[in-house]
């Protein structure tokens, strides 16, 4: 099963474009010059880097959430997200989102966003092998 990607989800894409043409977007103290950080954090996970930050760390967490963003990243790949752009570098923004997100994986608080069922593909419901099942009876 391929990994969820961040910046697929609704909103991300956005803040990462902005994140790319202003550097400091991605700073932390950028969450008090622009609520839609902080909402889309909310919207996405249940909570803000902010208070996701005040929650204690569970008896045997292991800091994940204060190391170098390409080894959350790699972290994040081990646990089926994608939290890479498309060069594979961390998104600029993910500072703002990997302390909420890993409190959510990992069921300590927030939530996960919603991901539908993957649908089992079924080859003959697809149009071309139906028609490609005409052709043949037709030929008969």
């Known amino acids: 099963m391929a990994p969820r990607r961040l910046i697929d989800l609704p909103g991300f894409a956005d803040l990462e474009t902005r994140a790319l043409m ?5 700073d932390p103290e950028a969450r008090t010059q622009f609520p ?23 008896p045997g967490w292991d800091g994940i959430d204060v190391k170098s963003m390409r080894e959350q990243a790699d972290a994040f790949e081990l646990e089926g997200w994608d939290v890479t752009d498309d060069k594979r570098r961390p998104l600029r923004i993910l500072g703002h989102f990997s302390h909420p ?16 069922e993957p649908e089992d593909f079924d080859p003959s ?9 005409k052709f043949r009876r037709d030929k008969r």
């Open 36 to 58: 839609e950080i902080d909402q889309l954090a909310r919207d996405t996970f249940g909570l803000t880097a902010d208070e996701a930050a005040l929650i204690p760390d569970p």
């Open 22 to 26: 202003k550097p400091s977007f991605a």
């Open 125 to 133: 419901t697809s149009s071309l092998a139906a028609e490609a099942a």
């Open 101 to 116: 997100l890993w409190l959510a994986l990992r069921g300590v608080a927030g939530h996960l966003p919603f991901a539908p």
